[in-house]
């Protein structure tokens, strides 16, 4: 197979892709169209499938410390292209963009499978993900995995931090870093929650998974961004 940066520019449509997504970003939100609400996505319990290949590779680094530095050195030459948008070691350049750094490496491997299958959309990152072999969805999730988390934000309030204990730590965790599938939301970018919540609540269609829709449901729409700065201001 070809080295990722032969394989990224084969994909002759990217840097298109790329320069439109770019531009799409700098529009501020409100600019943006009312997202559809979309009755065709039945609300899904499960969590995105995994790929045996990546997690058999990622469980084999796992057991072997020095083949998990070869592996997670190999995924910082593999991320050359994402840190465009999701910056170096995985702090993001860009409000939208999520900070991927300290990331659970399921997690990673979980969402770069459902961009895949078209379960998570995003036209950008669903295209860019068929450029990556199984052994790069390993290496750069544990490259990412292993990267140093910044916290985004000053320290939110202690309302933003009883609503977490309540609502969402049963499965984020009490440290909000998350387990497994369940993604780290410590240190996020504040808009990139704020988005992902509106997207869960209003059901848009982008992300489907029925629990995280329940959960925001309760949290309700006026408490986002209470719930936004806390998780952005802790580390
Ligand atoms: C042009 C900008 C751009 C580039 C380049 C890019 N991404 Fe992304 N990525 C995004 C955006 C925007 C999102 C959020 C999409 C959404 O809102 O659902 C995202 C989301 C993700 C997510 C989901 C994270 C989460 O917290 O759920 C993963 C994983 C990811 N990208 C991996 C990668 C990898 C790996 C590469 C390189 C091979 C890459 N991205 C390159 C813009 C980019
Ligand atoms: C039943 C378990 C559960 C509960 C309760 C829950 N979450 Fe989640 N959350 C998840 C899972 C699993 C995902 C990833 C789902 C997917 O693949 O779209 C997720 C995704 C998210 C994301 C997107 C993260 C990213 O990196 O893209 C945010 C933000 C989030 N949750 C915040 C919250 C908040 C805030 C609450 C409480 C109001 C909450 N969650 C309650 C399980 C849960």
Redesign the pocket.
């Known amino acids: 197979m070809l080295p990722i940066a032969a394989r990224i520019r084969a994909a002759a449509a990217l840097p298109l892709a790329?320069a439109l997504?770019?531009a799409a970003?700098a529009v501020p939100a409100q600019a943006a169209a009312p997202a559809p609400q979309n009755p065709a996505a039945a609300p899904s319990t499960a969590l995105p499938a995994l790929s045996d290949k990546a997690s058999a590779i990622l469980a084999r680094a796992a057991g072997d410390p020095a083949q998990a530095r070869v592996l997670a050195e190999e995924g910082g030459k593999?991320?050359f292209?994402?840190a465009?948008?999701?910056g170096d070691g995985g702090i993001s350049r860009?409000p939208?963009?999520?900070n991927?750094a300290a990331?659970n490496p399921a997690?990673?491997l979980g969402?770069?499978e459902a961009?895949l299958s078209g379960r998570?959309k995003?036209e950008?990152?669903q295209g860019?993900?068929k450029?990556?072999s199984e052994r790069d969805k390993a290496a750069?999730a544990s490259y990412y995995a292993a990267a140093r988390p910044l916290p985004s934000g000053p320290p939110g309030t202690a309302r933003g931090a009883e609503l977490f204990a309540q609502l969402c730590a049963t499965c984020h965790q009490p440290d909000a870093r998350g387990a497994e599938t369940f993604?780290r939301l410590a240190g996020?970018q504040p808009e990139?929650i704020r988005?992902?919540l509106r997207r869960y609540l209003t059901q848009s269609g982008?992300?489907i998974y029925a629990p995280m829709t329940a959960a925001v449901t309760r949290l309700g729409a006026q408490n986002i961004d209470t719930m936004a700065d806390y998780l952005a201001g802790l580390k």
């Open positions: 790329a997504l770019l970003l593999a991320a292209f994402c465009n948008c999701h860009y939208e963009v999520p991927l990331q997690y990673l969402q770069i961009f998570r995003d950008f990152m860019l993900m450029v990556l750069i993604p996020q990139y988005r992902s982008e992300r």
